[in-house]
């Protein structure tokens, strides 16, 4: 039995109604959640990583989603769907194989022999490419070699030895199927198998080609340069149109969908656009105010901290994040500022400290006063 596929909605946990952004912002979470990185070794998580993306890449598509909608599975998988069925008219002249498809998408005759003989799009091929942080805020291009099926070029896609060319079938006069009638009590029951004698085709190849054998297309290398768009994020995937598998009997080619993995930073950590780290400070600088560097992706930058900055406080330098796909803006750049206490301080820097300590009177450490204040009350 064919494995059921849930609802491509129920695998990001959105309505129907949901909009490109709640679509994007879904799949953005799951992937994350079940990404094989973040799961070692998880089968379960690995496979509704694929659904997630499975989903994605329809639902993201405003054709294919138009058509999912409407149709459902078999809208946007050229091997799901079913052949019209019903009953004959009043004379109880009944079509098996027309029934069985309706309600399990063709299986028993009509509607796979058309497959066959009718245009079949290729298969998508799904690809990793691995990149940089700095690649990924900045794109880059990246070469792919990866294994398609492609049209045989000694018999051009036909199966037959060049200079000949297939033959229509004699048994089912190039229907790909025969059609069986049975006498009942309840009437005349048609239904429909595959033809075997040309296997549904309609057609017998009697000189099969010598490169492919007769099957009219052959495995091949092909390699591509793929454009990882700035801004690209962990996750995403990009789909090279009509890059995949070749179609049959003149359907289009499939895609190719790399999901992108973006290796993590040593310093910065990503919040969408916004990227975020920690900058280590003097208790001078802190307490005096101080100009202090602050890398940035492009480079370090200049940044004057005011006097009295408490550890923990977070500062924001305007557009030095990531770059927005689709657009010159950029996110913006936080960064928080943690005091380093120093160690192994010298007799004469520990009575200094000592000296200092004793001159600051309550007033400049007012949070430690209201803290101790709201515990035991006011102190004279």
Known sequence: ?????????????????????????????????????????????????????????????????????????????PNMGGGAGGFGGMGMDFDISDIFGSFFGGGMGGGSSQRRNGPMRGEDIHLRVTVSFEEAAFGCKKDVTFSRVEKCADCGGTGAEKGTSPERCSNCNGTGQIRVQQRTALGVFQSSRVCDVCGGTGKIIKNPCASCRGTGVHKAQKKIEV?????????????????????????????????????????????GYDIMCEIPITFPEATLGAEITVPTLEGDVKYTIPEGTQTGTTFTIRGKGIQMINSKNKGD????????????????????????????????????????????????
């Open 1 to 77: 039995m064919a494995e059921t596929k849930r609802d491509y909605y129920e695998v990001l946990g959105l309505q129907k109604s949901a909009s490109a952004d709640e679509i994007k912002r879904a799949y953005r979470q799951l992937a994350k959640k079940y990404h094989p990185d973040m799961n070692p070794g998880d089968k379960d998580a690995e496979q509704k990583f694929k659904e997630v993306n499975e989903a994605y890449a329809i639902l993201s598509d405003a054709d294919k989603k138009a058509k999912y909608d409407q149709y459902g599975f078999a809208g946007v998988d």
């Open 227 to 271: 454009t990882i768009p700035a801004g690209c994020d962990d996750g995403m995937m990009l789909a090279l149109r009509e890059q995949g598998s070749e179609g049959r009997n003149g359907g289009p080619a499939g895609d190719v969908i790399i999901t992108v993995n973006v290796r993590p930073h040593h310093i910065f950590e990503r919040d």
């Open 333 to 380: 750049l936080h960064f928080t500022v943690v005091i380093e206490v120093p160690k192994s301080l010298t007799e004469k820097q520990k009575n200094l400290l000592r000296e200092f300590s004793n001159s600051c009177g309550k007033n400049n450490y007012t949070k430690k006063e209201s803290f101790f204040n709201k515990i035991f009350g006011n102190r004279n």
